[in-house]
């Protein structure tokens, strides 16, 4: 399946200059109260790094006192636990289908915070009759007193999945790294999301970054284009550099910045966190996880122009 659009994308390949690092910033504890900040972790491809990001992400705001829930978004191919080494007797299936309340199938991870393992068969929930739909949200509604930050991890691509997650978060982080495909992908997301759904605000954060400021050019390639045709904003909040630590920690069934905080990886992943942890929340209604949860389940469908 192949999405039509017009505008000419070969800027997006050309080839990246050198550029300098990034400055190191400090990471520091922001206390919080009021309304759950809800992130959509996101890009146009597999293989950029989602769930890496999203987990890390979730080990340092957590490491620094932030009550953190990772819901696994990819709930045709769950992998959150998978990458954590968990292994989930109930996921969110089993909650749709009432055999289980959503406090009885959270997790809680070895780093501090809690999980929301999904399964395959429930990218259906937009079909949930009024009482499921009740369910869900009083389900989702009762954490919002014990909870900072939701962050979800999504599938790859445009699927009907992933837009749900995204207009229905506060914020959409989209993971690029330096792969042709990737970028072009990301512009088609960000084109979907912004013409059918709404979005105009997205951040974008480079992964597996190879040189210092790789990634502050590749967001200014995509910025270029967004600028041209969309009328979004685009906002850089940091590049993860490529790093064998993050490799290693992933065969162990860790987060890199648990694993091996030291590492360049993880403390780039710090700075993320530190920047996450000032984005602003916006007030009720959208502020708050009911409404995340109503919007969610309660979508219109999806408006795209394809060809088979």
């Known amino acids: 399946m192949k999405i039509y659009y017009e505008e000419d994308l070969e800027e997006l390949h050309m080839p990246l200059p050198e550029s300098q690092s990034l400055q190191t910033v400090g990471l520091k504890r922001i206390s919080s109260a009021g309304p759950v900040q809800v992130i959509a972790v996101t890009g146009g491809k597999g293989g950029v790094g989602k769930t890496s990001v999203s987990v890390n992400l979730a080990t340092a705001l957590a490491r620094v006192g932030r009550r953190v829930m990772l819901l696994d978004g990819d709930l045709g191919l769950a992998n959150v636990d998978v990458f954590l080494g968990l292994t989930p007797r109930h996921t969110l299936a089993h909650v749709l289908s009432g055999e289980r309340t959503l406090e009885e199938i959270i997790v809680e991870t070895p780093q501090g915070f809690h999980i929301v393992p999904a399964a395959s068969g429930v990218a259906n929930m937009a079909n949930m009759g009024p009482a499921e739909?009740?369910?869900?949200?009083?389900?989702?509604?009762?954490?919002?007193?014990?909870?900072?930050?939701?962050?979800?991890?999504?599938?790859?691509?445009?699927a009907d999945g992933v837009l749900q997650f995204s207009q229905a978060a506060q914020h959409v982080l989209i993971v690029v790294c330096d792969e042709p495909a990737s970028m072009t992908d990301a512009y088609a997301l960000i084109k979907v999301l912004s013409r059918n759904h709404g979005v105009r605000r997205f951040q974008v954060v480079a992964n597996m970054t190879r040189t210092p400021g790789e990634g502050a050019m590749l967001f200014q390639k995509l910025e270029r284009v967004t600028s041209r045709f969309l009328d979004v904003v685009l906002e850089f909040v940091g590049e993860i550099p490529e790093d064998g630590y993050v490799r290693k920690a992933i065969r162990?069934?860790?987060?890199?910045?648990d694993a091996y905080p030291a590492s360049p990886a993880a403390v780039a992943f710090k700075k993320l966190a530190l920047k996450a942890d000032k984005w602003p929340v916006p007030s009720?209604?959208?502020?708050?996880?009911?409404?995340?949860?109503?919007?969610?389940?309660?979508?219109?469908?999806?408006?795209?122009?394809?060809?088979?």
């Open 133 to 158: 739909h009740l369910n869900i949200v009083q389900a989702f509604s009762s954490l919002a007193g014990r909870l900072d930050v939701l962050i979800v991890d999504t599938a790859a691509g445009i």
């Open 252 to 257: 162990e069934q860790r987060p890199v910045t």
């Open 284 to 308: 009720a209604p959208r502020g708050n996880l009911e409404f995340f949860v109503e919007r969610l389940v309660r979508r219109p469908a999806a408006r795209l122009e394809v060809v088979q």
